[in-house]
């Protein structure tokens, strides 16, 4: 390894000439860009309405529009983050140069810088490639043993300048550091200073991208092909949810065409996790992605009339009830119901054309029905199926008498009052949200619909408290909207998608994967999560189990069990809970230690440790969290507050922006991360739900660099039963 250091270049010394070099190139990739996006834009006025289609236009002009957000220089996001030094004669191909014209000219490249997005100059020749261009893999595999013909391996070290409040900031190459991949090994070659600096940085506000770090085996899941349903079971801090994130824009640079049709989404466990992740895609370069939490999936389709101005939840299920709602037996329950709309035949049905009267008797109509019902039709689509069997029958009977029919009689006939009112009769219109209200109200009708499937304990269960009017009056829960969803996809399928990254995906119940499965039959899915954080009623043991709920059983699954943020001193203390929570899974491995990064604390005036601890935080860098049992939170905050400390709170709805210090709800902690982390009372943790052992370990986990524990009451036996190093 050789480091510039970035003292070198101060006011009272000369810069080094290879340190300017390097900024210059900066400036240049800088000026470059900006001047693909003014082209754009200087189409976009030139060109204005190009044909007189509105539609089309539109088009265009929505095209124009990603392109330019896809050009946006991002403040603080420096356009290069690496570069590769080649052997004499390397070639790689126009393919790696994200061409416009499709030439696949081989081009000799000795050096190359790598960013996160492709950048050329007026020429059209590269000055920063893309790193999900097939030529950047080396930096990211290359070693000593496989170079891949690699001879130097630089790596970039920056530093933000805050200029005010009206100026975005400055981010200015500091330093370099070079790895020689020629010669022999080295015995105990290790990670440079920049690469760990990088990876350890501290970090106040959403996530950021990791393109500058991601590591070997985290690069190999990035770069799985689309047709592969990828599950990765992820230990804290090994960064399975940047992996998505970064497999989703691989994927779209890979696959743009097919996947701009189909569509991309990414499901999280909630709103604030989505706002915490929100900036990475578009670091990257993509800006089309959907970002959406299980709630909303299954919600959008719902009528808006039946929107409650609380929302759909009203209701949190106890545990014993949210498992039965989400167990998949419910699918069957759901579908005997629905199809038990079906009405036998009982009157002949007359159709009138002129004077002449064409009949169909309840024996003529029973096979229409039965063999419509056995096909596995969609029961919506049954509606429409049937009145055009019917009239088929009725056209048959015509044509047998000589009547001359075409396709307009057939129209005619399927449209028929008497025709309309029969199908109506025979197969109802069902309507999702009044199904299952209307299941779940009825002991009698559930009964009939459960019976062999679920027991007299687990229906009483399943039945919605109250009498309500109407869906709109209904205190429907959570697992009740991925019943009505189940209904909805029985009468009409939904659309599917492309690519699904579904993290957090532990907790999620059967029947929600089956909602997101059916979502993407056709497509391929990234699934993450991490068994031992499980913490909702439904969590899953098993990784096969979840993936054939999802409808995708030869999914593959990886282990991620490398944590490179999290000290081993944090990690190691929150595994002690491991073997009650998730017999059998491994513990993970920090790859750093740093003393003085776990902090134990008891306390006789826990509000007084705790506000000690939160401005001890906050003397360091980075973000702070202060994280308690729900219950709890609010009268800690009102406590700190009379001592002077005011904490805003992170609700479902909120971001993690406006403060560096926030206090989080223990349920919202999932997938969140802080530099420093602050827990109030463990005890009060683990106790104030099902799993809450379970919910202690994620909250323990969340820390990057210290995480200090405050407790007035014992610590939680598994945490208690060693003493603590650090």
């Known amino acids: 390894m050789t480091t510039t250091d970035p003292t070198t270049d101060s006011t009272t010394g000369p810069a080094d000439p290879e340190l300017v070099a390097e900024r210059d190139a ?12 003014d082209e754009v834009e200087g189409t976009e ?51 790696d140069t994200d061409r416009e014209d499709g030439r696949k000219d081989g081009r000799e490249a000795d050096r190359i810088h790598l960013g996160r997005r492709h950048v050329h100059d007026p020429q059209g020749r590269p000055m920063v490639l893309d790193w999900r261009a097939p030529i950047s893999v080396a930096y990211y595999r290359a070693s000593p043993t496989d170079r891949m013909r690699v001879r130097v391996r630089r790596r970039y070290g920056f530093t933000t300048v805050d200029h005010g409040p009206r100026r975005d900031p400055e981010v200015v190459l500091t330093a370099f550091e070079d790895e020689h991949l020629t010669g022999a090994p080295a015995a105990d070659e290790r990670p440079g200073d920049l690469l760990s600096a990088e990876i350890e940085r501290p970090r106040t506000g959403p996530m950021r991208d990791i393109v500058a770090t991601i590591q070997p085996e985290q690069d190999d899941l990035v770069r799985a092909p689309l047709g592969t349903t990828l599950c990765v079971q992820g230990a804290p801090g090994t960064g399975k949810t940047a992996v998505g994130l970064h497999r989703i824009a691989f994927l779209l640079y890979t696959e743009r065409e097919r996947l701009s049709r189909a569509g991309v ?29 299980v709630e909303d999936l299954v919600t959008a389709g719902l009528p808006d009339r039946f929107r409650p101005a609380a929302g759909w939840v009203r209701r949190v299920e106890e545990p014993f009830a949210a498992r039965v709602k989400g167990d998949a037996r419910m699918a069957e329950v759901i579908r005997r119901d629905l199809w038990s709309h079906l009405r036998e035949p009982a009157e002949a049905l007359m159709v009138r054309r002129g004077s002449r009267r064409w009949r169909l008797y309840p024996e003529d109509l029973r096979p229409l029905l039965e063999e419509l019902a056995g096909r596995g039709v969609a029961y919506g689509s049954g509606r429409e199926l049937l009145s055009h069997r019917i009239a088929h029958t009725v056209l048959t009977l015509m044509e047998s008498e000589g009547e001359v029919c075409d396709d307009r009689t057939h129209e005619q006939v399927r449209r028929d009052p008497a025709v309309r009112s029969t199908v ?86 059967p029947m929600q994967c089956r909602a997101i499965g059916r979502r993407c039959e056709s497509g391929s899915l990234t699934v993450l999560g991490d068994i031992a954080q499980g913490t909702s009623p439904s969590a899953i043991r098993t990784w096969s189990t979840l993936l054939e709920h999802l409808g995708k059983p030869t999914g593959h699954l990886s282990v991620l069990d490398r944590g490179y943020r999290v000290p081993a001193q944090i ?10 929570i998730a017999k059998g899974l491994g513990a993970p491995v920090a790859v750093r230690r740093a003393p003085g990064s776990l902090r134990l604390t008891p306390a006789d005036d826990l509000a007084a440790q705790v506000a000690a601890a939160c401005r001890t935080a906050l003397e360091g860098e980075g973000s702070v969290g202060l994280i308690a049992a729900d219950a709890d939170l609010p009268a800690l905050l009102k406590k700190l507050a009379a001592q002077g400390l005011d904490v805003p709170v ?73 003493p603590v190093s650090g």
């Not at 900066?26 to 996006?37: E, G, I, P, S, W």
């Not at 697992?479 to 907790?507: C, F, K, N, T």
């Open 26 to 37: 900066l400036a240049a990739a800088r000026a470059a860009l900006k001047a693909m996006r």
């Open 45 to 95: 006025l030139m060109l204005g309405d190009v044909v007189n289609d509105k539609v089309t236009n539109a088009a265009l002009h929505r095209g124009r529009q990603r392109r330019l957000a896809a050009l946006a220089d991002m403040p603080g996001a420096p356009l290069f983050f690496g570069r590769l030094d080649f052997d004499p004669g390397t070639v790689f191909l126009d393919e």
């Open 265 to 293: 989404a990414i499901i999280g466990p909630n709103r604030s996790f989505l706002s915490y992740i929100r900036n990475v895609l578009p670091a990257l370069g993509e800006v089309d992605v959907s970002q959406t939490t």
């Open 424 to 509: 109506t009769a025979l197969w109802p219109k069902v309507e999702p949200m009044a199904q299952i209200l209307g299941l779940l109200t009825d002991p009698e009708r559930l009964a009939r619909a459960a019976d062999g499937i679920l027991t007299a304990e687990e229906q009483a269960a399943v039945l919605l408290p109250g009498k309500p009017r109407g869906p709109k009056s209904a205190r429907w829960s959570v697992e009740d909207l991925a019943l009505i969803d189940e209904s909805a996809s029985l009468i009409d399928r939904p659309a599917g998608l492309g690519h699904i990254v579904v993290d957090e995906a532990q907790d999620l119940s």
């Open 571 to 580: 990690i190691d203390f929150a595994a002690r809970l491991l073997p009650t």
């Open 650 to 722: 992170l609700g479902d709805d909120t971001g993690l922006d406006a403060a560096r210090l926030v206090a989080v709800p223990a349920g919202l902690a999932k997938g969140l991360e802080f530099d420093a982390v602050v827990v109030a009372e463990p005890a009060a943790i683990a106790e104030a739900e099902e799993r809450g052992l379970n919910r202690l370990y994620v909250v323990l986990t969340r820390a990057v660099s210290t995480l200090h524990v405050v407790h007035s009451r014992p610590l939680p036996t598994p945490l208690a039963q060693e």
